[in-house]
């Protein structure tokens, strides 16, 4: 399947109609395309920032390892992701060790 931009507006868009399994396989389908400027790329991290507050691991993690790919080839990004997730990383250990 071809990932476009407009494809990515519309899913983006419908996110929050799906359950939190279909929002993850949305986000493994957008590791498919590549944003075209760095204005699409914040526009798409700041509509799936929200997803760092799931209680869904397998959504948390595909929402990471989005950001991570995305920034690859912008260090500065990429450090600021590294410096976002830390304590959604560290908060989603702590709930862990509860359970």
Do not use: C
Request: charged share 20%; hydrophobic share 40%.
């Amino acid at each position: 399947m071809a990932i476009n931009q407009r494809i990515v507006l519309h899913l983006l868009s419908k996110l929050q109609t799906f359950n939190e399994w279909g929002q993850n396989t949305i986000l493994r389908l957008l590791e498919k395309y590549t944003p075209q400027d760095e204005e699409e790329l914040f526009s798409i991290m700041n509509v799936l920032d929200s997803r760092f507050n799931s209680r869904n691991t397998g959504l948390v993690m595909a929402t990471i390892h989005l950001f991570l790919n995305y920034t690859q080839t912008k260090p500065d990004v990429h450090q600021h992701v590294y410096v976002r997730i830390k304590s959604t990383l560290f908060t989603f250990f702590k709930l862990q060790t509860y359970f």
